[in-house]
């Protein structure tokens, strides 16, 4: 089970830090990646961090640069820094467990997903 959490209304310009905790697998196997997807559109890749103390990071190009993710094996959580928000970042957003560990960037790859946390941004 993935349970997010951290969405609200913030201004253009602001930051959100989401969380996504994780239980009933072992949460340091698994590849731990963010999606959103916004009303009539399809679901996007966000940011995706693989298992290892080498850890991969991939972003999707339209929040390169400004967000940020990471984990905590220890407290089984992963986090999406959000900073520079803009009114194209509004969706919902998801976060998703890949299986290989070694990270994703398509919706397919990965076994769990979470609920989802709405962010919206106002000019």
């Known amino acids: 089970q993935l349970v997010e959490s951290g969405g609200g209304l913030v201004q253009a310009g602001g930051s959100l830090r989401l969380s996504c905790v994780a239980s009933?697998?072992?949460?340091?196997?698994?590849?731990m990646g963010w999606f959103r997807q916004a009303p009539g559109k399809e679901r996007e890749f966000v940011a995706c961090i693989s298992w290892s103390a080498g850890r991969r990071l991939y972003y999707g190009g339209s929040v390169n640069g400004r967000f940020t993710i990471s984990r905590d094996n220890g407290k089984k959580t992963a986090y999406l820094q959000m900073n520079s928000l803009q009114p194209e970042d509004t969706a919902v957003y998801y976060c998703a467990a890949e299986p290989s560990g070694l990270g994703a960037t398509t919706p397919d790859a990965f076994e769990f997903w979470g609920q989802g946390t709405q962010v919206q941004v106002t000019v």
């Open positions: 009933g697998y072992t949460f340091s196997n698994y590849a």
